[in-house]
């Protein structure tokens, strides 16, 4: 594929074909193939594995931290840390069974529970980890660390260079053939959402540790495949580097966006060890998951960080003093039905949507260099001093005057009043808006039921024109970090949410009356007082006894 032009028609054409409307759903597989369904784990045959401990001495930061990291409690790195920040962010958070299926769950989430994201680890000499720098994949379900590269000292201090204090670093891969066999064409989509998750939750993860992350946003595809070790060749369970993400201690004034080239070139030539696992006997190409991922593929960019992005307002005041981190991160769950009557004040969501304003909080949307492209539209049903309704919350300023001009002329843009000062929070239409999200949510009750839903309204057509083809996944990942702090706000305040990646995309547009393609929902999802499934048995994510036995 040659010019920028053709790459962004081919994103064009994907986002149109797998819209889904009122009269028909984007293509998927006619049935689905239990027997050869992809294995939700990756391993690497031949490598050895590190074991990481599942209990440490580590205290679990205050739930306020993961958004202002305390560099008080700045832990150093070592095996402990190391696990704790895996721990609270991609490990397995329990099992579930239901007659003969039992499947894990995960501290980050994933459309239909199928996890296409996988994490792997460059880490420098680590205390009682290892004693050579290293490249491994992170194995959720044994909790440990497969050893996929070592690494020379000299190649490590080449690779981390321009970091002026220790680092290390997270690599995000996705494979669309673990989403694709249930979801078919619209699968690229889910990936990205929850490679947006991913980052958001290993960003707060590290926050509680008081550490710094970094997306390497200036990287290519080509280079981050290097240093994850993924084949090049593209067959239907090939696996797409994302994203490399960055961890130190303090934040680093100015941002380093990307890793030596003479660096990246010496980590090819190294001694690999494992075998990736075949995923599933045959698998089902997708040809417009293939067009888009090619022409999305990152090239090397050459952005550079201009001014840090203040935290100035702080427009809430945080109530959750005492709630620590660690407990809300693993008692994470979707809400799979909502029960139709718990009701929250107003004064909680307005402070669930400070922790949404990048400019309000220090992590997690501070990973990237840009500002805002996603504003939030919230159908309000529960909430206790706000009236039922539509609303808008512009969380880039700067988007405030065309969202106007472009959406349906009838909204009346009330500022509302009894919300703090600085959120900028509109009231587009009062009135019962149940009816309306179940039914723009692919007509799931859960958008109705619980105390408000929202749809995800991001730029598009304009800053892709402006960008290039490359930035499309990544609007999916603003999304998704979205997502992961309402989960996380929601347990903060004993309730629950729920991603929606099943939505009608153009009546969502018909209502908001966006006529170009210059806003685009991507993300819808829920909030509310969520209707347990007793019948469902819950088990231990691990057995942490076993685990002491081996040490022993
Ligand atoms: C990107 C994304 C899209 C999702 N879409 C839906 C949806 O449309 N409907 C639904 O009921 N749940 C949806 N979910 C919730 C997942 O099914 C849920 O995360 C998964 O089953 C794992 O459960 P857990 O979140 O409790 O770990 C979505 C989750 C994500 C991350």
Redesign the pocket.
């Known amino acids: 594929m040659k010019t920028e032009n053709e790459k962004l028609k081919k994103v064009f054409s994907y986002h149109q074909q797998t819209k889904h409307s009122f009269h028909r759903s984007a293509d998927s597989p006619n049935h689905l193939d239990w027997k050869n369904q992809p294995d939700p784990f990756r391993r690497y045959h031949g490598s050895s594995v590190i074991s990481l401990p599942l209990e440490t001495a580590i205290e679990s930061s205050l739930y306020d931290a993961l958004y202002y990291p305390d560099s008080n409690v700045t832990q150093t790195f070592n095996l402990e840390s190391i696990s704790c920040l895996l721990r609270n962010s991609m490990a397995l958070?329990a099992w579930k069974q239901a007659g003969e299926s039992r499947w894990a769950?995960?501290i980050n989430?994933?459309?239909?529970?199928l996890h296409p994201t996988e994490a792997y680890l460059l880490t420098p000499v680590i205390e009682n980890l290892s004693s050579t720098p290293m490249i491994t994949h992170y194995a959720p379900k044994e909790h440990g660390l497969e050893q996929r590269c070592l690494l020379p000292e000299s190649l490590w201090k080449l690779l981390s260079k321009d970091f002026n204090q220790p680092v290390f670093f997270i690599g995000l891969s996705s494979l669309y053939w673990r989403e694709s066999w249930k979801y078919g064409s619209r699968a690229y989509r889910?990936c990205h959402?929850?490679i947006g998750?991913a980052i958001a939750a290993i960003t707060l993860s590290a926050a509680s540790l008081g550490w710094h992350c970094q997306l390497l946003e200036n990287m290519s595809a080509h280079q981050q495949r290097i240093l994850l070790g993924l084949p090049d060749n593209h067959n239907n369970e090939t696996e797409q580097p994302d994203c490399l993400i960055a961890i130190t201690q303090t934040k680093n004034q100015n941002p380093v966006l990307s890793l030596p080239e003479q660096a990246i070139q010496k980590i090819a030539l190294c001694d690999w060890q494992g075998e990736a696992n075949i995923l599933s006997h045959s698998s089902v190409s997708w040809d417009a998951i293939n067009a888009v991922a090619v022409a999305c593929e990152k090239p090397t960019t050459e952005m550079i960080a201009l001014n840090e992005v203040a935290v100035t307002k702080k427009t809430t005041q945080h109530n959750y003093s005492d709630l620590k981190a660690q407990p809300i991160i693993q008692q994470r769950?979707?809400a799979?039905a909502m029960d139709k009557q718990t009701t929250i004040q107003a004064e909680q969501f307005f402070q669930l949507l400070s922790r949404l304003m990048p400019e309000d909080v220090e992590t997690p949307f501070n990973v990237f260099i840009s500002s805002a492209r996603v504003q939030l539209i919230f159908f309000v049903h529960r909430i206790e001093g706000l009236k039922a309704g539509v609303y808008c919350l512009t969380r880039n300023p700067e988007v405030l005057n065309e969202l106007k001009q472009q959406m349906n002329p009838e909204f009346i843009w009330e500022k509302v009043k009894n919300c703090p000062e600085n959120l900028p929070l509109f009231c587009l239409v009062e009135g019962d808006a149940q009816l309306l999200s179940r039914q723009l949510s692919?007509q799931?009750e859960?958008a109705a039921e619980g105390c408000f839903s929202l749809a995800m309204l991001s730029q598009f057509k304009n800053v892709l024109e402006k960008t290039g083809a490359c930035l499309y996944p990544q609007l999916y990942w603003e999304c998704?970090m979205i997502?992961q702090v309402l989960y996380l706000e929601a347990e903060a305040m004993a309730i629950q949410g729920?991603?929606?990646?099943?939505f009608f995309d153009d009546p969502v547009h018909e209502f908001l009356g966006l006529q170009e393609m210059n806003f685009q929902s991507l993300?819808h999802f829920t909030v509310g007082g969520a209707v347990h499934d007793d019948r469902i048995l819950t088990q231990p994510a691990y057995n942490i006894h076993s685990q002491e036995r081996k040490r022993v």
């Open positions: 958070s769950l995960r989430p994933s459309s239909g529970n889910y959402l929850d998750h769950r979707s799979v692919c799931q859960i998704g997502g729920t991603g929606i990646g099943c993300y």
